[in-house]
């Protein structure tokens, strides 16, 4: 394929951060004057009820506490967003808070003993580089809020929205892929752009699955090689393939004449073979996922349907959403479904083996995208992107807020990455690269000594 040279000064940057047990119980003073620059900070970014007859606080346990290493890519290849059923005892009460959301996210400043509580909106003047007021101002002054993550860098380049994020095993490559029609390729050590290639048609959907990464752009499934450099072109999509997924050993695209095209790897020919096309949803295909041997696929047309990984069949249609479904996400033995209509539904499994709704979320806004990953404690969270340029970012299973991600206009892309990192890549082309933050980086200052 034809690569292009482009230089990008920005560089990846790692944040080393130590486990603590927690923050101190003392208000920082820094905060409360506006001016605290540590992150994450050991003292307290709120005010402390006062008296407090005891101080204590719930956290959510969901399974095993223990911290693991995540040396890999934890996308779809991460056990418990894949929907295999880890533990059959495991029954979590959804949409139960139990602390640590919204309500405890650091934010706002003061002066003295007088507080801000920052509204939760981008300050215009603040993204045009001329507000006055400054740590007073009541509005945001940052992309993000909540303390469980950060802003590393942002890698520039493409000119129209980001469509797909992809690390393929054994690669030290990021690949994007954008509607301006090209997929850039980063160093992941560097953060440098190596490479752009023009596609000739508006990226709509991006994977990776071990080695290969796989494209998809009006007519055409486009598959790379990362390891070898081959290239194929699967051909049979009738207009934009809008999702692309692997399961058991087959490609599944999701095209925008509402079919659904499977194709098989040959080993031998070294080529990916056409297998079957699945029929049945109206309009177009936006969202596919597998999971427990099982297709499910979200459509334009408002419904989700279900097929058997062994036999193709469909064994259930779901149409609960009364808009468009735009994003599947499998978490343990759950199906997590987002739509247009603003809601998230958690489905589940009942004894004759039919998905039924357990549990809904409500967001204000129309939800575009989710995504599931870990925090760097082995915590299971989902990212929920939305229409109103925002991302909210939730504990699971308790759809407790833990922060919120900002943008100048929709996110439609988010991967998480190796280690501590996830990506996200919006409406005007940015791809900005995020870390997983610990409780804290260093010990609190000690107390002065009584005079």
């Not at 905060?31 to 959510?60: D, I, M, S, T």
């Not at 509005?139 to 860098?153: K, Q």
């Not at 301006?180 to 596609?199: A, F, K, P, Y």
């Amino acid at each position: 394929m034809d690569v292009d040279e482009h230089g990008n000064k920005r560089v990846f940057q790692r944040l080393g951060a130590s486990y603590d047990s927690g923050k101190q119980q003392k208000v920082c003073y820094h905060w409360r004057a506006g001016r605290c620059n540590k992150f994450p900070c050991p003292y307290l970014h709120r005010e402390l009820p006062g008296p407090p007859p005891q101080q204590h606080h719930q956290v959510l346990t969901n399974g095993s506490s223990s911290k693991r290493p995540n040396q890999g890519v934890p996308d779809d290849r991460d056990r418990s967003f894949s929907g295999a059923r880890r533990n059959p005892n495991f029954n979590p009460t959804w949409g139960r808070a139990y602390g640590g959301g919204a309500g405890n996210r650091a934010q706002g400043g003061g002066t003295g003993n007088r507080v801000f509580r920052k509204i939760e909106k981008l300050c215009n003047y603040w993204l045009q580089g001329n507000c006055s007021f400054g740590d007073k101002c009541k509005f945001l002054h940052s992309w993000s809020v909540g303390d469980c993550f950060s802003s590393l860098t942002q890698l520039e380049g493409h000119q129209k929205v980001v469509s797909g994020i992809a690390l393929p095993s054994g690669s030290d490559k990021l690949y994007t892929g954008s509607k301006d029609e090209t997929v850039r390729i980063w160093d992941c050590q560097s953060g440098q752009c190596t490479g752009v290639v023009n596609l000739g048609g508006e990226v709509g959907c991006m994977i990776s699955e071990g080695p290969w990464l796989f494209v998809g752009i009006p007519n055409v499934v486009k598959a790379w090689n990362t390891q070898n450099n081959s290239e194929l072109s699967l051909n049979g999509p009738v207009g934009q393939v809008y999702a692309l997924v692997v399961g058991n050993d087959l490609l599944f695209a999701g095209v925008q004449d509402g079919a659904i095209l499977i194709w098989k790897f040959n080993a031998v020919s070294n080529c990916f073979e056409p297998a079957a096309s699945l029929p049945g949803h109206t309009l177009s295909v936006v969202t596919l996922v597998v999971g427990a041997n099982r297709l499910y696929s979200g459509s334009i047309d408002h419904s989700i349907r279900v097929w058997n990984l062994e036999n193709l069949q469909c064994l259930q249609t779901l149409t609960e959403h009364t808009e468009v479904v735009m994003s599947l996400l499998c978490w343990d033995q759950f199906l997590l479904s987002c739509s247009l209509d603003g809601t998230v539904k958690v489905w589940v499994a009942k004894e004759g083996g039919n998905l039924e709704v357990t549990y809904t979320h409500k967001e204000e806004q129309g939800v575009l995208n989710l995504c599931g990953m870990h925090d760097s404690e082995a915590k299971p969270v989902v990212l929920c992107s939305c229409n109103d340029n925002t991302v909210r970012v939730y504990d699971l299973p308790s759809f407790s807020e833990r922060g919120k991600i900002f943008a100048r206009a929709e996110i439609r892309a988010i991967q998480a990455g190796p280690g501590a990192l996830f990506f996200t890549g919006d409406g005007t082309g940015l791809v900005r690269v995020w870390n997983w933050s610990t409780t804290t980086t260093e010990a609190a200052a000690p107390a002065p000594a009584p005079a």
